[in-house]
């Protein structure tokens, strides 16, 4: 490697997510492998501000890898939004020596790196770690996985109390621009209809679908629907609307909610995890920065923070040809 850091620092910021327990664990290593001294940052960039920060050594990262959340905590911070709170932060990089940081968060915890290295000229290298999967440059997040199978096993028991009473269900899950959760926990657990931000389809073809399941016999239906769906109705309004429109139907509606965040990481997550976090550590070594590590057909792949921050991360709108047919 040409570029020799003796300390770098990682923390976690924004929503925690699956996985990023899997990837502090492998910036650590990586470090170690590598003679770098990596410290550990509490409570994201706040942990920066308040100096709340330590080396951790291989021996510190044991018996993580399986562990939803984060062990280093994560934490909003205002004050990291200003010049002033990021100049404290600065000098406690500083005064332990630390060359460069490793950021795992989303689209927010990444602008906030940018800034930092553009502020103070300080190498900055990003992992997404978020359940949505709306990052551009990264064909998966860390977490994402874990989520949709998190939400497939949740829609498989509202399933058998659907079947059991001849119940329509509407089932919110997270995703308030996204709807790739949606779409694929959706397809995963057999859904009616998915209905994401990216497409308003309006209610109309809602209430066409669901009085031709009936017809065809279909005793009870799963519809999946993204927080942030267009159709300008929350979940509440549009299970009220169908069922005056569709009086046969039983309609219930569940809120899946946090435990969508939670859980222990999917194989998925935790060797995306490894493979992020070694890359990171190896691509500042190159002299890397401002780049956030992603995969893309399954290749590692390095994109500008500022491209993985306003680029937008496509859904695959032929998941939506599949349910159609698949739902007849
Ligand atoms: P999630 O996708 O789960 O919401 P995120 O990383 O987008 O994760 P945010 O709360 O948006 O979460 O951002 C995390 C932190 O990054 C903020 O609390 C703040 O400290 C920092 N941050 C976000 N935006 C900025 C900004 N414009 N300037 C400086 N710091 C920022």
Same mark, same amino acid.
């Given at each position: 490697m040409?570029?020799?850091?003796?300390?770098?620092a990682?923390?976690t910021?924004g929503?925690?997510s699956?996985g990023?327990n899997?990837?502090v664990r492998?910036v650590?290593r990586t470090s170690?492998f590598?003679?770098?001294?990596c410290? +550990?940052?509490y409570q994201?960039?706040?942990?920066?501000?308040d100096?709340n @920060?330590?080396?951790i050594? +291989?021996?510190g990262?044991?018996n993580?890898?399986n562990?939803?959340g984060?062990?280093?905590?994560s934490?909003?911070?205002l004050?990291? *939004?200003?010049?002033e709170g990021r100049?404290?932060?600065?000098d406690?990089?500083?005064?332990?020596?630390?060359e460069?940081? &490793?950021v795992?968060?989303?689209?927010g915890?990444f602008?906030?790196? @940018?800034i930092f290295?553009n502020?103070?000229?300080f190498?900055?290298?990003g /992992?997404?770690?978020?359940?949505d999967?709306?990052i551009?440059?990264?064909?998966?997040?860390l977490?994402y996985?874990?989520a949709?199978n998190t939400v497939?096993e949740a829609i498989?028991?509202?399933r058998d109390?659907a079947?059991?009473?001849n119940r329509?269900?509407?089932?919110?899950?997270?995703g308030?621009?996204a709807?790739?959760?949606?779409?694929?926990s959706?397809?995963?657990?057999?859904a009616?209809e998915?209905l994401i931000?990216?497409?308003? *389809?309006?209610l109309?073809q809602?209430l066409?679908?669901?009085? *031709?399941?009936?017809?065809?016999?279909?005793?009870s239906?799963?519809v &999946?629907v993204?927080e942030g769906d267009?159709?300008?109705?929350n979940?509440?309004? /549009?299970?009220s609307?169908?069922?005056?429109?569709?009086p046969?139907?039983?309609v219930?509606v569940?809120v899946?909610g946090?435990m969508q *965040?939670?859980g222990?990481?999917?194989?998925?997550?935790?060797v995306?995890?490894?493979?992020?976090?070694?890359? +990171?550590?190896?691509?500042?070594?190159k002299?890397?920065?401002?780049?956030m590590?992603?995969?893309?057909n399954d290749?590692?792949?390095?994109?500008p923070?500022e491209?993985?921050?306003?680029g937008?991360?496509?859904i695959?709108?032929d998941?939506l040809?599949v349910?159609? /047919?698949?739902?007849?």
């Amino acid at each position: 490697m040409e570029n020799q850091l003796k300390k770098i620092a990682v923390l976690t910021s924004g929503g925690d997510s699956p996985g990023m327990n899997a990837a502090v664990r492998a910036v650590v290593r990586t470090s170690v492998f590598y003679n770098i001294n990596c410290f +550990a940052v509490y409570q994201g960039y706040q942990g920066l501000i308040d100096g709340n @920060m330590k080396v951790i050594n +291989a021996r510190g990262v044991n018996n993580i890898i399986n562990k939803g959340g984060t062990i280093l905590k994560s934490a909003r911070s205002l004050e990291f *939004r200003t010049p002033e709170g990021r100049k404290k932060a600065y000098d406690n990089l500083k005064k332990n020596q630390i060359e460069a940081l &490793v950021v795992i968060g989303g689209d927010g915890s990444f602008t906030g790196a @940018m800034i930092f290295q553009n502020e103070f000229n300080f190498p900055v290298i990003g /992992i997404p770690g978020t359940i949505d999967n709306d990052i551009y440059g990264t064909n998966y997040t860390l977490g994402y996985d874990t989520a949709i199978n998190t939400v497939v096993e949740a829609i498989d028991k509202i399933r058998d109390t659907a079947s059991s009473h001849n119940r329509l269900f509407f089932v919110e899950v997270m995703g308030r621009d996204a709807g790739h959760i949606a779409l694929n926990s959706g397809i995963g657990a057999g859904a009616e209809e998915i209905l994401i931000p990216e497409e308003n *389809r309006g209610l109309e073809q809602l209430l066409e679908s669901l009085k *031709r399941s009936e017809k065809s016999g279909k005793s009870s239906s799963i519809v &999946v629907v993204a927080e942030g769906d267009k159709t300008g109705k929350n979940v509440f309004e /549009i299970a009220s609307y169908v069922e005056k429109n569709l009086p046969y139907y039983e309609v219930r509606v569940s809120v899946l909610g946090h435990m969508q *965040r939670g859980g222990s990481p999917s194989c998925f997550d935790r060797v995306l995890a490894s493979r992020m976090g070694v890359h +990171a550590v190896e691509s500042l070594l190159k002299g890397e920065s401002n780049v956030m590590v992603g995969v893309n057909n399954d290749q590692m792949e390095l994109t500008p923070l500022e491209k993985a921050i306003k680029g937008k991360s496509e859904i695959n709108k032929d998941l939506l040809r599949v349910t159609d /047919i698949l739902s007849i």
